[in-house]
């Protein structure tokens, strides 16, 4: 919390999707997210549906009948991280992370797997060169798997491993404008 507003964490993040009903069978169907509203929007306008996260936080998507396409590359990444692929344009979400329990994340990466999903291997994060370990070790800050919805959306299931924020931990200058290279 801030001294200036009093944010209590993410109320929602809205996506936009191609297919709701493929939308709602993936994360309610298999990521197992109730839905807990669904708003059919004026004029033709399209729809807008909530489900539940966890924690009070909401995942929300919009379907539009005249939304264009995404572009792999540019609204998200072309493929998962681990097989070499992490941009995406400016203002785009690059992924969804959902908190999960550290114990577990190997336990959830084999049940997406078994439920046909297509998951990049478990990642133990670290302050290395590459910024993962091949095993797990005290500096591993969090550990996760990455995998995409139906419409190509990049989904993180992360477990923090230890506290963050501590010494260490922010100790990068922030990069302007001026450093991009396009």
């Not at 996506?15 to 509203?37: E, Q």
């Not at 549906?49 to 995404?70: K, M, R, S, T, V």
């Not at 998951?119 to 302050?127: A, E, F, K, S």
Request: with cysteine; proline share 7%.
């Amino acid at each position: 919390m801030n001294g200036e507003f009093e944010l209590r964490g993410v109320n929602h993040v809205a996506l936009v999707c191609s297919d709701m009903k493929r939308t709602v069978d993936f994360y309610s169907g298999v990521l197992g997210m109730p839905l807990i509203k669904t708003i059919e929007l004026p004029m033709g306008w399209g729809q807008h549906f909530f489900f539940d996260c966890g924690g009070g936080n909401a995942l929300a998507f919009f379907w539009f009948p005249d939304a264009p396409d995404g572009v792999p590359g540019v609204s998200a990444p072309k493929n998962l991280p681990d097989r070499g692929e992490l941009l995406s344009a400016v203002g785009s979400m690059n992924h969804i992370a959902f908190d999960v329990p550290p114990e577990r994340i190997e336990e959830y990466r084999d049940r997406l797997v078994a439920k046909g999903i297509d998951v990049g291997v478990l990642l133990n994060h670290d302050d290395s060169e590459f910024g993962v370990a091949p095993k797990m070790h005290d500096g591993v800050f969090v550990r996760s798997i990455y995998f995409k919805d139906p419409d190509g959306v990049l989904v993180e299931f992360a477990a923090w491993t230890r506290k963050v924020g501590g010494p260490g931990d922010v100790r990068h200058e922030p990069r302007t404008a001026d450093d991009r290279t396009v």
